[in-house]
């Protein structure tokens, strides 16, 4: 008990020592409600944040009383500039200010009907209001009344939660799992996004309430997905999700992955766990999102294409084809973006074999550029998928992978320097085509376009102007033309 004692005391000191809670706009907050008469506390994810040292946004003001009514008094004091937004409906108010950003709400009471995550909502004290909140470290509010300033509200323990990275619902989890089933989705996320754990009982009440997660829309839960795949190891995110057994619910297509199949003693790997581990490797070099989708779904068509093929072992011929045909049905599903996002998936997952195939055989130029040419200026992200997709447990496997990779690099390096196909235009466009040939438009012009292109990629004549033109009039002569 004198541990704990102990660890609140220097939390409370470091609250009021935080630059953040003493910034002019929290002071002004107080004021104003003190003024008014009002109870106010900063609270949820911006506390929790503060204590674990990350930069958060978005600020939950919670007000015994109208939230409304403390938001018009605060928008005011921060005159010009500021902005209000009321949402009667809610009983919110938002307030803006350059990059300030407040959300006040009355404290509130929440009782939930089956078939809904929208509970009914009545006025309520501070303590029913985090009563509400989903898990322990989000229910933490520090008071901004001028005679309790920086006072930590913990009733649930959140701040001992905090210090064992542990995820754990302050009340009954299946009774707050079941009322809001995104719940599960959030604790699954935190647990990624911040390395936490979830407590045993929070685990196992996500296990047995995981068939409620139907009644919440795709979007919420693409966002939440969202926030797992921006994780430092979204491994962790969806490991949860298959352990709880949500994933099978909400994306059976990645579930499929799973496992290992043997005969005549010859295995193949488990696609799922090496999807992730991709995934991982992935996230380590980039942040860019959908790289990371793409990383996750590069395998997806492997268990449509699995083969035993006698004399050779397991096969997974054009797996990459039949996955890239799948994204577009599984984005639509899962209301994932139907936009250039989801054709950037689907032509890294297209093309993700394409540099190692180059690895395995003789390099070529020719290959080499045109691989260039089909992965344009995706080329860079297409190769670092590429690199961690190189995940044998066999370790001379992956140093002659490794090395293989870095002299395609090299060459692409190279040959991009001196023929600049990355951008690839024709040198010789069709409307001068037709006007050296004296051609009407007709297929013939496509044809001719596209052998300069081939022989351009083949190393036949450079990229360049005079080359290309003289290789088209060579090509009409051949073919009578001129
Ligand atoms: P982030 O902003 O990183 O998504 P957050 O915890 O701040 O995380 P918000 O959606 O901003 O999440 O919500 C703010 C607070 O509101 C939470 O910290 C939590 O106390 C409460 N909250 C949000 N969603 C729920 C929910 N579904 N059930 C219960 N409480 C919730
Ligand atoms: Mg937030």
């Known amino acids: 008990m004198q541990k704990k004692t102990g660890v609140a005391v220097d939390r409370k000191q470091m609250i009021i020592d935080s630059e953040k809670i003493r910034s002019s706009e929290f002071l002004l907050i107080g004021e104003e409600a003190d003024r008014l008469g009002l109870e106010c506390y900063v609270i949820g994810g911006w506390v929790r944040d503060l204590l674990l040292h990350r930069s958060s946004n978005d600020i939950d003001v919670v007000v015994v009383g109208s939230g409304i009514e403390l938001a018009e008094a605060v928008v005011k004091r921060l005159g010009r500039g500021a902005h209000l937004a009321v949402f009667k409906t809610y009983g919110t108010a938002q307030v803006k200010k350059g990059d300030l950003e407040l959300e006040f709400v009355g404290a509130r009471k929440e009782s939930y009907r089956h078939e809904s995550r929208n509970p009914i909502v009545e006025d309520g004290t501070l303590e029913e209001d985090q009563n509400r909140r989903d898990f322990t470290i ?44 995104l719940r599960m989705m959030r604790g699954i996320r935190f647990a990624s996004q911040l390395g936490f754990y979830l407590s045993s009982e929070t685990f196992d009440a996500i296990c047995r309430n995981r068939e409620r997660i139907n009644i919440i829309t795709k979007e919420r839960i693409a966002e939440e997905l969202n926030k797992i795949m921006l994780s430092r190891r979204p491994s962790v995110g969806w490991k949860l999700l298959d ?31 090496h999807t992730l581990q991709v995934v991982d490797n992935v996230a380590m070099e980039t942040d860019n999102l959908w790289l990371r989708w793409a990383a996750l779904l590069h395998d997806i068509g492997k268990p449509k294409s699995k083969q035993w093929e006698a004399g050779v072992g397991w096969t997974f011929r054009n797996h990459n084809y039949l996955g890239a045909k799948m994204i577009s049905k599984i984005f639509k599903k899962m ?47 297409l190769m670092l998928l590429c690199n961690a997709d190189i995940t044998s447990k066999n370790e001379d496997k992956v140093r002659r992978y490794k090395q293989n990779y870095e002299l395609v690099k090299q060459k692409m390096i190279e040959l991009e320097e001196r023929d600049r196909i990355r ?28 052998a300069i292109k081939d022989a351009i990629l083949d190393g036949v004549i450079p990229n360049e102007y005079d080359a290309a033109k003289e290789y088209l009039m060579q090509l009409a002569k051949e073919r009578g033309l001129v």
């Not at 913990?154 to 809001?180: A, H, N, Q, W």
């Not at 936009?339 to 993700?352: G, W």
């Not at 055989?361 to 992965?375: G, I, K, Q, W, Y």
């Open 423 to 450: 951008n690839f235009q024709p040198p010789v466009r069709g409307e001068e085509i037709m006007q050296l040939l004296g051609l009407e438009p007709c297929s013939l012009v496509g044809e001719l376009k596209s």
């Open 243 to 273: 352990k709880t057994g949500l994933l099978q619910l909400i994306f059976p297509e990645l579930a499929e992955l799973k496992g290992v199949e043997t005969k005549e003693g010859k295995g193949h790997k488990d696609v799922f766990l």
């Open 335 to 381: 209301k994932l973006p139907q936009n250039e996002k989801m054709d950037y998936v689907i032509k890294m997952v297209d093309l993700h074999m394409r540099p190692i195939n180059l690895i395995e055989d003789t390099v070529t130029d020719s290959a080499v550029r045109r691989l260039l040419f089909e992965a344009g200026d995706d080329i860079d992200d």
């Open 138 to 181: 989000n229910a933490l509010a520090i008071c901004l009344n001028k005679d309790r300033y920086g006072d930590l509200l913990d009733p649930f323990g959140g701040i001992e939660d905090l210090e064992d990275c542990t995820i754990r619902t302050p009340l009954d989890p299946d009774i707050t799992f079941s009322d809001d089933p």
